[in-house]
């Protein structure tokens, strides 16, 4: 049974929430409460000296950042290729939507949330608002171009984004009439169960919880 570190609020972890349900792995969820700064202790930091989470574990296998983790959960468990396609061409696509959560559009909510929850700011700067607008327009852009973010087929890199782009709602409102397609594609994956399943409860939370801080 693999180990997933994880909390419910954290958008990376809950993406590999969502892959946990969608390939049926079996896998102990073990909650880490980043307000009581238990990603700090010793122990963790003997898991992920980064001391980020989630963190995915295997055995004597540590896997310290949520991408890498879809990966290995797509490659040992999925049953259905397309998540996470085996033909390189394909398999670099959804890679570069992949870095593109990870690089771009998750430090843009990093850089929002991170502040309201450490350093208690009660306004988001603007220019931090305007970082995530024009996040979503690459995603309109990348919509109007194939269906989901890499391809035709949804991918684990959609499961990746998805996780990070409901968080970012939670900041700033999407546009439905200016971002169509980001609407139609947030409505898309709601309705899977399993994104359900993994997103669902721990978005609700986290909303409560930044609207509490910037109230
Ligand atoms: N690239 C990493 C980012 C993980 C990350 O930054 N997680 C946040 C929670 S959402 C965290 O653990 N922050 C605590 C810290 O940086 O000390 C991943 O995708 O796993």
Redesign the pocket.
Same mark, same amino acid.
């Given at each position: 049974m693999v180990k997933l570190y994880k909390?419910d609020? /954290?958008?990376? /972890?809950r993406?590999c929430m969502v892959a946990c349900e969608l390939f049926n792995v079996p896998v102990e969820l073990i909650e880490v409460n980043?307000l009581e700064e238990e990603?700090?202790k010793p122990e963790f930091l003997k898991k992920n000296l980064?001391?980020?989470?989630?963190v995915l574990e295997d055995g004597s296998l540590v896997i310290?950042?949520?991408?890498a983790?879809l990966m290995y959960l797509a490659d040992v468990y999925g049953k259905q290729e397309s998540f996470y396609p085996k033909d390189t061409k394909q398999r670099a696509l959804v890679n570069q939507k992949l870095f593109f959560n990870?690089t771009i559009l998750?430090p843009r909510l990093?850089n929002i949330?991170?502040r309201l929850i450490t350093e208690g700011i009660k306004d988001i700067p603007q220019k931090n608002l305007d970082a995530v607008e024009e996040a979503y327009g690459f995603i309109e852009e990348f919509l109007s171009r194939t269906k989901y973010l890499a391809s035709d087929n949804i991918t684990i890199a959609d499961i990746?984004a998805y996780a990070t782009v409901t968080s970012l709602l939670i900041l700033l409102e999407l546009n439905a009439q200016k971002y169509p397609k980001t609407q139609a594609w947030l409505r898309d994956l709601e309705k899977r169960p399993y994104v359900q399943k993994g997103n669902a409860k721990g978005l609700e939370d986290m909303k409560h919880f930044i609207k509490s801080k910037l109230a």
């Open positions: 909390s609020w /954290s958008p990376p /972890s993406a980043i990603h700090l980064l001391h980020t989470i989630p310290h950042d949520s991408h983790a990870s998750f990093r949330a991170f990746a």
